[in-house]
């Protein structure tokens, strides 16, 4: 059997898949899978079982060149020994360049799979629609749900981490962060997002790492990527000296995604690093703003983390959710839904969720 899937972007998106996309790999180590997505998502797949192939993929922007990429990746990947009832592909992202790898493999011999995307039930959501479902079920359920559809095939085995023993190798970050001193607390935050509406006012996420940094028990990671967020976050860091920055430290993504495996807590927004953490297993407290966990994005919960992941947003306000995405412009201006959080309740919330070590 050999099971072709595709989801290109975005990361956030790509890395949802994961805990799927694992557990039918470890669930039948007898089918060949193969991962198809953009080059530069393929670091995210970290220890991929090995019945698991990712391949990476660049695109020049027009469908011709596009088919004949897609065209390309699968003839090389395909196996000619199985029959067609044994060859299946799912498309896990539901877009023009998708659908093009379906009619690829289609005339390959390969049946084909489309995940729902739910996006009139979300629609609604966000138009606040007196048809509008409470929520949208899970991401992971929905990218399982095809997967169901094939005869034969197990349902996906529990995931718990890209780790297989739950924790990344110290050794890729200790030379930035040195040894955990006993009883000490570490928290990671990463503030940033890839749009306005997801992202909690900085002056205000300044005071909440003031606040925490003021607790001699507590060390804490700043992650985040690009010039901007670096000179950011580098100045935040400078500040205190429990604080450190790991924008422009050069640590692969193997090695953030190992570190965060051994924090305590991971403060995010609506965001990639959310499910990043959540690929480790590290219990995740998120700030959402114009978007809601009730649109299917929300971090997946691993069986052995050691607390639920938890949410903070703003209840009441007619307004949101107003956007899927957090790409549309607040509709009442100011984006009250984020600046009406208090820092001192976020930093309240961690210490709940997050209390001292026992020395």
Partial sequence: ????????????????????????????????????????????????????????????????????????????????GDGNDGRYFVDLHDVMRSRLLSLVCLLRGYKTLRFDKARKAKRDIIRHSSKAPREVSSNFIRYAAPFARIHGIKPAAAFRSVFPDGKGDKTLFEHLTGHRHKGERWIGIAPFAAHEGKIYPPELMKQVIDLLAAKSDTRIYLFGGGRREAEILGGWAADHGNVISLAGSGLSLEAELSLMSHLDLMVTMDSANMHFASLVGT?????????????????????????????????????????????????????????????????SRIMELCPPANP
């Avoid at 953009?38 to 019945?51: D, E, L, S, Y």
């Avoid at 660049?58 to 004949?68: E, I, M, V």
Wanted: glycine share 8%; charged share 20%; proline share 10%.
């Fill in 1 to 80: 059997m050999h099971i072709i899937i595709s989801r290109f972007s975005a990361i956030g998106d790509v890395a949802m898949t994961i805990p799927v996309v694992y557990g039918l790999a470890q669930a039948n180590p007898s089918y060949r899978f193969t991962m198809l997505t953009k080059r530069g998502m393929t670091r995210i797949f970290v220890n991929p079982p090995r019945n698991l192939e990712v391949i990476g993929l660049d695109f020049k922007g027009n469908p011709l060149s596009d088919y004949r990429t897609l065209a390309d990746a699968v003839d090389a990947v395909k196996d000619k």
């Fill in 283 to 347: 219990p995740t407290l998120s700030i959402w703003g114009a978007t809601s966990p009730v649109t299917g994005f929300a971090p997946y919960q691993s069986p052995d983390s050691p607390r639920p992941n938890e949410y903070i947003q703003v209840d009441g306000l007619e307004c949101r959710p107003c956007s899927v995405f957090g790409d549309k412009p607040c509709r009442i201006g100011g984006y009250p839904c984020l600046h009406r959080i208090q820092p001192s309740a976020v930093v």
